[in-house]
């Protein structure tokens, strides 16, 4: 089965297909509509680097050139491309994704992994040399997605008729036998959020070599894209690591390339969450967290207050009046810190710290009391980071 999902947006953007060591095919649709240009060649990109980033911000400085597939009053031509490339091993998650939700970081980062973020939605995806990603870019209103998978298709099933191929209600690719039933579902959360989650599907391999797939469907894509152009063909180009620039505008392509590789677009990008913390004596706490970063802890049900941080359960958890020094000094030490295992760590150490200092070491807090559990609690989702 080949697993698929879509997410609307403006311009169009659908994440169409996931086949492991397959396919992953995604369609682009600019929102222009109208113009005086004459449309540039049409044209299949191979990109040659196996560097994710690259090949994310190559194609979304494509598809971000509006006048690129704008078409003509009357024109019976539409300007439309297709970029194929094929991935080192790396994660992809959607746009409106977790990081820290849909894969664990560490173990990326520690299998020599990529993590990275697109800028269309849907789900978490792995790559490597075995998936040949498609992406379809043309004006919103030419393209549409059946047709596109019906055009994978019959391309795969005219190439190697043993294959079963059928197109899914969801603009996917099914390789099915008869007989065989497939169920989906999610797992439940590990923490709460209004992000995205990706659905797991099952997924197969189309058993076909990598090469000669690649070069079927270079030749497919450029003969349909062909039919559609001014003078009836389009161009095959290999666009080598470094080229960009020959084919894009490279300060786009660049500034693209340093969005897509930043933290703050890979963990930062990540919708508004929280985390749910409870103590030995049942109180419960909720760690809000925004554009990867400490927002405020605060008791479950609590209201956010311009002190963020427990103001609420200071009574509760320390026994103390509510304007607690010590509270608000944790949250003074939390507020804004990255979700990094060293920032967070290095930020209850430095307040253990100077807690300490401010009083002289002749206050020591039990070791098993209320302060003591909110900070091993806070350590040990420091780890998850």
């Given at each position: 089965?080949?697993?698929?999902?879509?997410?609307?947006?403006?311009?169009?953007?659908?994440?169409?297909?996931?086949?492991?060591?397959?396919?992953?095919?995604?369609?682009?649709?600019?929102?222009?509509?109208?113009?005086?240009?004459?449309?540039?060649?049409?044209?299949?990109?191979?990109?040659?680097?196996?560097?994710?980033?690259r090949n994310l911000a190559f194609e979304t400085t494509?598809?971000?050139?509006?006048?690129?597939?704008?078409?003509?009053?009357?024109?019976?031509?539409?300007?439309?491309?297709?970029?194929?490339?094929?991935?080192?091993?790396?994660?992809?998650?959607?746009?409106?994704?977790?990081?820290?939700?849909?894969?664990?970081?560490?173990?990326v980062e520690g299998r020599g992994w990529l993590l990275a973020r697109r800028m269309s939605g849907g789900g978490a995806v792995f790559h490597d040399t075995g998936n040949l990603n498609v992406s379809f870019l043309e004006s919103r209103s030419t393209l549409k997605r059946q047709e596109c998978m019906q055009f994978l298709q019959h391309t795969l099933m005219s190439k190697w008729p043993d294959l079963n191929v059928f197109v899914g209600p969801r603009h996917d690719l099914w390789l099915l036998p008869s007989g065989v039933s497939v169920e989906e579902g999610t797992k439940e959360p590990e923490i709460e959020t209004m992000a995205s989650r990706s659905v797991p599907s099952p997924v197969t391999n189309l058993r076909v070599p990598g090469n000669e797939l690649r070069t079927t469907l270079l030749q497919a894509c450029s003969k349909r894209l062909g039919a559609s152009a001014r003078d009836g063909e389009a161009e095959v180009v290999t666009v080598n690591a470094g080229e960009e620039g020959?084919?894009?505008?490279?300060?786009?392509?660049?500034?693209?390339?340093?969005?897509?590789q930043s933290w703050d677009w890979i963990y930062g990008g990540s919708p508004k969450f929280s985390i749910?913390?409870?103590?030995?004596?049942?109180?419960?706490?909720?760690?809000?967290?925004?554009?990867?970063?400490?927002?405020?802890?605060?008791?479950d049900g609590g209201a956010t207050s311009p002190i963020p941080l427990l103001q609420r359960i200071s009574s509760a958890l320390s026994r103390k009046p509510s304007s607690d020094a010590w509270l608000e000094k944790l949250n003074e030490a939390l507020a804004g810190k990255p979700l990094c295992f060293e920032a967070l760590h290095n930020a209850l150490l430095d307040f253990e710290v100077s807690v300490s200092s401010a009083t002289g070491g002749d206050d020591p807090e039990d070791p098993f009391g209320p302060k003591a559990q909110i900070i091993d609690r806070l350590r040990a989702m420091a780890t998850c980071f």
């Open positions: 089965m080949f697993g698929a999902s879509y997410h609307r947006s403006t311009p169009a953007t659908f994440n169409a297909l996931r086949l492991t060591k397959g396919l992953v095919c995604r369609y682009f649709a600019s929102t222009s509509s109208l113009s005086t240009s004459v449309p540039n060649v049409n044209r299949v990109y191979w990109l040659s680097s196996g560097n994710i980033y494509l598809f971000n050139n509006k006048l690129r597939y704008t078409i003509e009053p009357s024109s019976k031509t539409r300007p439309a491309d297709v970029v194929m490339w094929c991935s080192d091993p790396c994660v992809v998650i959607g746009r409106n994704q977790i990081a820290w939700l849909e894969t664990s970081p560490h173990e020959n084919w894009i505008s490279r300060k786009d392509f660049e500034a693209n390339l340093a969005t897509f749910p913390m409870e103590t030995e004596d049942g109180t419960v706490l909720r760690l809000n967290c925004e554009k990867g970063r400490v927002v405020s802890l605060v008791r």
